[in-house]
């Protein structure tokens, strides 16, 4: 029609350089796959529905460009100066805002991103990354153990104090507060910081190991910024966010903040499934953990391809490699710890093992909890899984010196939970 301008955003000559690429998935709804293509460049960069009485000649250099259209696949290259620098909000609400709600695509999904060096420059990434932890735990020639008190939420703050005690004497070497533990009725968040370090300090007595915390601080950014000054005060090194519900402009602050306070940010990924899971439509978590990596965060959940949580063992494997990888486009972004969690026990540690190697995080919260011995007999049996992966023996031989480890199999054997 005489007023649509959309294919004026589709060059398939057209060569990009030092701009931002972004890869979609589309199916159009009623038009051609190049008007489909046009209509995301355009509502996503400069244009709308119709030709303008006006456009200066500079801002057609803003234009982005559907550069590649391979059957549904899409690459759109953006110009740089679309982006305000350092930003992760508005990135998204250019490349990942309203073309999600266009009538004329019946689906959309963002797939991949490639950020050129001039972009990544303003992002921090990780403070401490993977050798950085590894450096605050005096841990390095394993996999680093966490576990989740559960029940999930419930336990008032001597309850799980007492949970936090036994897993860590186990041999756990973090807790993790659980993504909706934040600071309930009967559990306050002041109160529940002071006993675990408390439990801390005496585990660590007693063990001579190095325990941390991933001390749940999800809340507004105000809050979120008091409750990391706390766990700072107590001499803690981590913090815990849940990423997407606390939104991105709030991972940033956190970010910040946790600079002045050098403390490491544990990223949960509650939420994600409703916008990842749907193969034609939504975002791809190979995206969000790609911001998350950028945005800074230490350790970042990426499944586990054997237990509860949806995420094939293809898709666990592309996203240890984006936590994992060298970022050659900015040697300062450093690596992210990837934690492999959902549905674990010891059965299932080899698989987790040969999927991970050495620099994983296992979280294991049922799967120590649900012990028939309880959760100190739990975390050996969970260690004594490790163990045994390290010296290259089966579990069911392994077993025959770990009681804890025996039992724990008879109760799970090697079953992927749903
Ligand atoms: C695991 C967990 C984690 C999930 C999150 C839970 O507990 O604590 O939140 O792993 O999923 O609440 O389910 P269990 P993902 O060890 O008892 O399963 O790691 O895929 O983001
Ligand atoms: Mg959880």
């Known amino acids: 029609m005489g007023f649509e301008w959309y ?48 456009l200066p000649e500079r801002i057609k250099r803003l234009m982005a460009k559907a550069f590649e259209i391979d059957g549904n696949v899409v690459k759109v290259a953006y110009p740089l100066d679309l982006f305000e620098e350092g930003n992760i909000p508005q990135l998204l609400s250019s490349i990942a805002g ?43 020639d ?18 799980y104090a007492e949970v936090a005690y036994e897993a860590l004497s186990g041999g756990i070497d973090i807790l993790k507060d659980d993504e909706n533990l934040t600071s309930q009725p009967f559990i306050r968040f002041e109160k529940r910081l002071e006993k675990v370090m408390k439990v801390i300090e005496k585990v660590e007595a007693e063990t001579g190991e190095k325990k941390t915390y991933l001390c749940n601080i999800t809340a507004e950014t105000e809050e979120m910024r008091k409750r990391a000054e706390l766990i700072a005060d107590y001499g803690n090194e981590y913090v815990m966010v849940d990423i997407l519900t606390a939104g991105w402009g709030a991972v940033q602050t956190v970010r910040d903040f946790c600079e002045e306070l050098s403390l490491a940010i544990h990223a949960h990924r509650a939420m994600h499934g ?74 299932l540690i080899p698989d987790v093992m040969r ?37 290259k023996v089966s579990l069911e031989e392994k077993a025959e010196q770990s009681k804890e480890l025996k039992e724990a199999l008879e109760k799970w054997g090697y079953i992927s939970p749903k």
């Open 98 to 140: 309203n073309i999600f709600g266009m009538r004329a695509l019946k689906s959309l999904r963002l797939e991949d991103l490639h950020f050129p060096p001039e972009y990544l420059k303003h992002f921090k990434g990780p403070q401490f990354g993977i050798e950085g932890v590894r450096e605050l735990l005096g841990i390095y």
């Open 355 to 391: 999927l991970f190697g050495m620099d994983v995080i296992i979280q294991v919260g049922g799967g120590v909890h649900g012990h028939p011995n309880g959760t100190k007999a739990g975390a050996k049996a969970l260690r004594d899984a490790i163990d045994a992966v390290i010296e």
């Open 142 to 159: 394993r996999p680093l153990t966490a576990t989740v008190p559960k029940p999930k939420v419930g336990y008032d703050v001597d309850e």
């Open 274 to 347: 409703a916008f990842t899971r749907k193969e034609d439509h939504g975002i791809s978590l190979g995206v969000i953990t790609k911001l998350a990596r950028i945005a800074g965060v230490d350790n970042m959940h990426v499944g586990t391809g054997v237990g509860k949580m949806a995420g094939e063992v293809p898709e666990v494997v592309k996203l240890k490699e984006i936590c994992t990888s060298q970022c050659k486009e900015a040697e300062h972004i450093k690596r992210v710890f990837p934690v492999s969690s959902g549905g674990l026990h010891p059965g």
């Open 7 to 54: 294919l004026d955003f589709v060059d398939k000559s057209y060569k990009p350089s030092d701009e931002l690429i972004c890869v979609f998935k589309v199916e159009p709804d009623g038009i051609s796959i190049e008007e489909a293509a046009g209509r995301i460049a355009s509502e996503s960069s400069v244009g709308t529905w119709t030709t303008l009485s006006k």
